[in-house]
């Protein structure tokens, strides 16, 4: 009932806007206007669209303007105003004319939302606005118990200049993101100018700034209490080690880290001297914006409850699978789900981390046809044969490229022999009586280089039988920019950015 009432409330809204009367209005749609509170409270929160910037022609400002019981209604709804965007783009006018809509507007919606109300503050404005006004601030004041904020700025002074005012709404922020585009940004100004030290609930940090990663003077706070972590922007080896050494409580990470050297890590690369166990963290993601350089980024970190790893690179270099502090990261832990997106990688070592790794229930893999035949090693042997390598795998997803090192020559039936193997369909009285130790699969996904569609279309009759009698199977194309554009996607912060409040 609600949905159905949503779009004439807004109508309703829109025709007292242009209505030269409010009498000749509400004379059509009265029964709308006297609907009770409960009603009219979850029927302006379905008003909502995606632009949540202060317009006067959408909700919730169009709301307000409609009759003063609904005004008054509508500024006791924080959900109406858990979200504000202030961008420059579409203002026409005047720059002190823009500033003066917004700060209003700023101040409305800080009163307006609450308290304990996840609240996510997007400003979207350019250095010339924030330059041409510089004492003037679109933070004062944050509102008061804060659970939730995000800021993403063009140009960082605003945030350096003014939030130091505004400690006192910080202390019960418990997720926050900060994004800065410029280059003239720097990791370093952000962490000396935002008071961290008041945000002493604060749990879940995102920081994407782009610009200069100057190597910062780190004080504990607010690393040390935080258990979800998000680094964007070719963050340097030294000012990642910094960081996750005092992370002591942390359970998930997201990073991007810049290596500048390439090929062979030598041991110890950048001086580490102390070991650190991160005993909470069970989902890791590096993604390396140069070389994978894997032990650089791992050297002396010890992850004993990790369940959930995610290696990406865009670049066409190769994981080095084979060595030991890599090793020591699939002996010591519990793996569930691996992936590992990347160019060419040598079957040999991803063999290596494959039989070591006998938790394992998901395999993520790009390489290239050269290294598929490590396939062939994934079928599921008799119990008479030897161990079955990874044998709880249910979920398979397999990216194969053609990188021209030689002649095309995936084996189409060697991939077939190695799914038949590991999954059958389980019948009432028998269930896996012959494989106790063998989980089956249950879901395939395989993407092949779009310049062989005839093995494509060969894989994917081969699975036809397969699917018929119930196994999840996909075969498609992909090229290598599309991998690409894939990769760099998985590099977007906001992706793993968008946490449940509830959590």
Same mark, same amino acid.
């Given at each position: 009932?609600?949905?159905?009432?949503?779009?004439?409330?807004?109508?309703?809204?829109?025709?007292?806007?242009?209505?030269?009367?409010?009498?000749?209005?509400?004379?059509?749609?009265?029964?709308?206007?006297?609907?009770?509170?409960?009603?009219?409270?979850?029927?302006?929160?379905?008003?909502?669209?995606?632009?949540?910037?202060?317009?006067?022609?959408?909700?919730?400002?169009?709301?307000?303007?409609?009759?003063?019981?609904?005004?008054?209604?509508?500024?006791?709804?924080?959900?109406?105003?858990?979200?504000?965007?202030?961008?420059?783009?579409?203002?026409?006018?005047?720059?002190?004319?823009?500033?003066?809509?917004?700060?209003?507007?700023?101040?409305?919606?800080?009163?307006?939302?609450?308290?304990?109300?996840?609240?996510?503050?997007?400003?979207?404005?350019?250095?010339?606005?924030?330059?041409?006004?510089?004492?003037?601030?679109?933070?004062?004041?944050?509102?008061?118990?804060?659970?939730?904020?995000?800021?993403?700025?063009?140009?960082?002074?605003?945030?350096?200049?003014?939030?130091?005012?505004?400690?006192?709404?910080?202390?019960?922020?418990?997720?926050?993101?900060?994004?800065?585009?410029?280059?003239?940004?720097?990791?370093?100004?952000?962490?000396?100018?935002?008071?961290?030290?008041?945000?002493?609930?604060?749990? %879940?940090?995102? &920081?994407?700034? #782009?610009?200069?990663?100057? +190597?910062? !003077?780190? @004080?504990?706070?607010?690393?040390?209490? /935080?258990?979800?972590?998000?680094?964007?922007?070719?963050?340097?080896?030294?000012?990642?080690?910094?960081?996750?050494?005092?992370?002591?409580?942390?359970?998930?990470?997201?990073?991007?880290?810049?290596?500048?050297?390439?090929?062979?890590?030598?041991?110890?690369?950048?001086?580490?001297?102390?070991?650190?166990?991160?005993?909470?963290?069970?989902?890791?993601?590096?993604?390396?914006?140069?070389?994978?350089?894997?032990?650089?980024?791992?050297?002396?970190?010890?992850?004993?409850?990790?369940?959930?790893?995610?290696?990406?690179?865009?670049?066409?270099? %190769?994981?080095? &699978?084979?060595? #030991?502090?890599?090793?020591? +990261?699939? !002996?010591? @832990?519990?793996?569930?789900?691996?992936? /590992?997106?990347?160019?060419?990688?040598?079957?040999?070592?991803?063999?290596?981390?494959?039989?070591?790794?006998?938790?394992?229930?998901?395999?993520?893999?790009?390489?290239?046809?050269?290294?598929?035949?490590?396939?062939?090693?994934?079928?599921?042997?008799?119990?008479?044969?030897?161990?079955?390598?990874?044998?709880?795998?249910?979920?398979?997803?397999?990216?194969?490229?053609?990188?021209?090192?030689?002649?095309?020559?995936?084996?189409?039936?060697?991939?077939?022999?190695?799914?038949?193997?590991?999954?059958?369909?389980?019948?009432?009285?028998?269930?896996?009586?012959? &494989?106790?130790?063998?989980?089956?699969?249950?879901?395939?996904?395989? @993407?092949?280089?779009?310049?062989?569609?005839?093995?494509?279309?060969?894989?994917?009759?081969?699975?036809?039988?397969?699917?018929?009698?119930?196994?999840?199977?996909?075969?498609?194309?992909?090229?290598?920019?599309?991998?690409?554009?894939?990769?760099?996607?998985?590099?977007?912060?906001?992706?793993?950015?968008?946490?449940?409040?509830?959590?």
């Amino acid at each position: 009932m609600t949905t159905s009432l949503s779009s004439p409330v807004v109508s309703v809204s829109s025709e007292h806007e242009t209505s030269t009367g409010h009498d000749n209005t509400s004379s059509r749609t009265g029964v709308i206007y006297h609907l009770p509170l409960e009603l009219l409270r979850e029927i302006f929160i379905l008003c909502l669209t995606h632009d949540r910037s202060p317009n006067r022609n959408v909700a919730p400002l169009l709301i307000c303007h409609v009759c003063s019981r609904w005004r008054d209604l509508a500024f006791s709804v924080p959900e109406l105003w858990n979200e504000l965007r202030l961008s420059y783009n579409p203002f026409k006018g005047p720059v002190d004319a823009f500033m003066r809509t917004y700060i209003d507007a700023t101040e409305l919606w800080f009163r307006c939302i609450g308290r304990y109300c996840p609240f996510s503050y997007i400003l979207d404005l350019p250095p010339k606005v924030i330059s041409h006004n510089a004492e003037r601030s679109f933070t004062s004041p944050l509102p008061p118990s804060l659970r939730f904020l995000a800021l993403k700025m063009n140009e960082v002074s605003q945030l350096t200049t003014h939030i130091h005012l505004h400690a006192d709404g910080l202390a019960s922020l418990e997720r926050m993101r900060i994004s800065i585009s410029s280059d003239l940004s720097s990791f370093s100004s952000v962490m000396r100018s935002f008071p961290f030290g008041s945000a002493i609930r604060l749990r %879940r940090l995102a &920081l994407d700034i #782009e610009g200069r990663c100057v +190597i910062p !003077r780190l @004080a504990p706070s607010p690393w040390t209490q /935080l258990t979800h972590l998000v680094l964007g922007h070719d963050l340097s080896l030294v000012t990642w080690h910094e960081i996750i050494r005092y992370c002591t409580q942390l359970q998930e990470c997201f990073v991007e880290i810049s290596t500048p050297s390439l090929g062979l890590s030598v041991s110890n690369p950048i001086g580490i001297k102390d070991e650190t166990t991160l005993l909470h963290l069970t989902d890791l993601t590096l993604l390396f914006s140069d070389a994978p350089d894997i032990v650089a980024a791992v050297e002396g970190l010890h992850f004993p409850a990790i369940t959930s790893l995610h290696l990406e690179c865009a670049y066409g270099s %190769r994981f080095y &699978l084979s060595l #030991e502090p890599v090793q020591r +990261i699939f !002996r010591n @832990a519990q793996l569930k789900s691996l992936t /590992l997106r990347q160019g060419p990688q040598y079957a040999e070592d991803l063999l290596g981390i494959l039989e070591i790794t006998t938790t394992l229930d998901h395999l993520e893999v790009s390489c290239g046809m050269e290294q598929a035949h490590f396939l062939s090693r994934l079928r599921c042997l008799p119990l008479a044969d030897g161990p079955t390598l990874v044998p709880q795998l249910t979920s398979l997803v397999l990216v194969v490229l053609d990188y021209n090192f030689d002649r095309w020559s995936f084996s189409s039936q060697a991939f077939i022999d190695t799914v038949q193997s590991r999954w059958w369909v389980v019948s009432d009285g028998d269930g896996d009586a012959q &494989l106790p130790t063998v989980s089956c699969l249950k879901y395939v996904s395989l @993407a092949i280089d779009d310049r062989h569609t005839d093995t494509q279309d060969e894989v994917r009759g081969m699975l036809v039988p397969l699917i018929a009698q119930g196994l999840h199977a996909d075969v498609h194309a992909i090229t290598h920019d599309d991998w690409l554009g894939q990769c760099y996607l998985y590099m977007d912060p906001q992706l793993y950015c968008d946490w449940d409040y509830n959590k």
